[in-house]
């Protein structure tokens, strides 16, 4: 952190959905019935690290509506529902039913474009100031999301290399990418396969190394102490 500036950076911001596998657990979960899997709603400005998903973080006091919007039926935060139908240009919005982070605890969704189902899980870090109160946990690539990995015992994945290229174990069309050049990519796959509700420029406040004055990216490595 001591040798970390923080400047201005765009990056592309997404929101995509996951598709729950049990539509029954969903439905039980907000009370009412349902024929089709809904969909978790994400966020984020890294798409090169959904690769990395393992699970999605919820607040388990936090309260979730399982809600139509244009169409697709999505489960997002109570208090994000308004911001996320405008930052994505929806206009139909219809709300199902209601319940808090606490049921969703549990429920498992289909990765977007890995050969895995994933958990949700609870999150004391989940908030509703931004994103859609659903947090894509990818536990080789923060530190919240590590913690969180450690506790519900999750793989701590990390297909990041120290040049900044993937490894062999991801799919096969981002191997070898920088993840920086991964993103584009990312974004193309979600788009084809449906999975991706919105994508915009986004520009924050982003971690630079002191020295170089480029971006640094968070990787878990093994590491040993003597």
Known sequence: EAELEYFDRTDPSIWVDFTTTDAQAVADAFGVELDERPSLMIWTTTPWTLQANMA???????EYVLVRLDGGLSIVAADRVEAVASQCGIEAVEELGRCTGEALVGLAYAHPFCDRTCPVLAGAHVTTEDGTGLVHTAPGHGTEDYLVGLEAGLEIYCPVQGDGTYDDTVA???????VWDANG?????????????????????????????TPVIFRSTEQWFV
């Open 56 to 62: 999605v973080a919820v607040g388990e006091r936090l």
């Open 172 to 178: 096969d069309w981002l191997q070898g990418l920088s």
């Open 185 to 213: 990519v990312v974004i193309d796959h979600l788009r084809s396969s449906g999975h991706l509700v919105h994508h915009c420029d986004y520009t924050h406040s982003y971690p630079h190394d002191w020295r170089s004055g």
